[in-house]
């Protein structure tokens, strides 16, 4: 990479980091919804093959969203807006779906993650714009089976497409009348559960048959997360300051939008 390639893209990297970071303090998402299309760009301008750029790009988003999620958890933590019995209740069968879900996006085509990306983004954009939410029950389930089956969803579909799990923790704690600062903060812990056993699995995955970039281990490729790095540390904490100013409804609103712009582009890329 040429010093001219190199600051043409300080720009984009930037705000891409820098966004993602606001957003997973914001939203609970860790951030993967801007980092993961922000790593695509980056790559794909410096000409990679498309086919591995969608999966270099859900590895290193997850490898970054550790340290975003610890920012924002603490920040959130401080707050007193992080339920903890909600996330002893996922806590193991997060664990196993993250694992199984990193291990099954490898044999998964770069545009079969676009489209997964796309359709769960979806779906929880739509969900979470209607003015009032479906409402299951007053408080969150206790039941074994509903909770290792919710968090094996959560877990395996978020280490797919490289996000935090807020895409769809955010919507299943609403739906149990879950208030939406304590579900964001929540969820931010919950990203953090998922991004570690996912970024162990992308770490140790054998790239042997395909053109991965130099300083790649595994499927994380360094040089982005350690530009990247930095950014979403800082703006993770401004996210977490912002969601404690901004009223409930608007923010879900804003998050839903984001979920929408985010899912049309992944799947819009994955059919040209």
Known sequence: ??????TTLIIPISIGGILSGIIAGLFGVGGGIILVPSI???LEFLNYDQSITMH??????LALIIPTAISSSWGHFKKNVVD??????FFIAIIIGSILGALFAQRISGDGLRILFGIMATFASFNMLQRNQ???????????SFNSLIGFIIGSFSSMVGIGGGALSIPIMNCFSVPQHKATGTASALGLIIAIPSTIVYLLSNTSKYAFPDWSIGMVYLPVFMVFFPLTIIGAQVGVILAHKINGLILRRIFAIFLLIMATRMI???FQ
């Open 40 to 42: 695509v760009f980056t």
């Open 56 to 61: 270099i790009a859900v590895a290193t988003s």
């Open 84 to 89: 903890f019995n909600i996330i002893r209740n």
């Open 134 to 144: 479906f409402i299951l029950g007053s408080e969150m389930p206790r039941s074994l």
């Open 268 to 270: 819009y890329i994955a």
């Open 1 to 6: 990479m040429d010093f001219s390639t190199l």
